[in-house]
């Protein structure tokens, strides 16, 4: 399996986004999903509805087995409630053509990849989303510690590498760095 990278311009992420919500509505949540929340795809598809009714969400990781509880975004929060005005609590929120089962993994990336060619973006998966959500923390907080603790890597570095910070990223800072 190849690594994927996250979305570092805003604007192509603004770009994705409207294109998925030309296909779908759900397509464009499930992108925006995946960037409000950090969640790995395999916790986001099972969700229902009333899952995400509250102001929380709480789940357990099916990767780690560990209980998870967070706050849903308010951006994430408004095109939710539009999305899920209709909708019951027990419908999955995120359902595939097949009734009323979740989309698959390997669904949510052809989604993607749809997109991602259109755009001539290239290591484009479902682990872009979260990747980029990590990137885009890091961006506005600078703070690693929480990245790391979020994640659950075992060290800073570990979750630099995940976000995607690469030599050019510190080049451009250290030629833009000033005391003044």
Request: charged share 25%.
């Amino acid at each position: 399996m190849s690594t994927v990278q996250p979305l570092k311009d805003v604007n192509v992420i603004n770009q994705f986004h409207s294109m998925l919500k030309e296909q779908s509505n759900r397509n464009a949540l499930l992108f925006s999903f995946g960037l409000y929340s950090g969640l790995r795809i395999s916790d986001i598809l099972p969700l229902t509805v009333g899952d995400v009714t509250g102001t929380h969400i709480t789940l357990k990781e099916q990767k780690t087995k560990k209980n998870k509880k967070f706050h849903i975004n308010d951006t994430l929060k408004e095109e939710l409630d539009v999305y899920i005005k209709d909708m019951q609590p027990e419908d999955i929120l995120f359902p595939s053509r097949k009734g009323n089962k979740p989309l698959t993994r390997i669904q949510a990336y052809r989604i993607l990849n749809v997109v991602a060619a259109q755009l001539g973006l290239e290591e484009i998966g479902t682990h872009t989303l979260r990747k980029t959500f990590g990137y885009h923390v890091f961006k506005k907080t600078n703070d690693l510690t929480y990245l790391q603790k979020l994640y659950g890597h075992s060290s800073p570095a570990i979750t630099l590498s995940y976000i995607g910070i690469t030599q050019e990223d510190m080049d451009n800072f250290m030629k833009t760095f000033s005391f003044a």
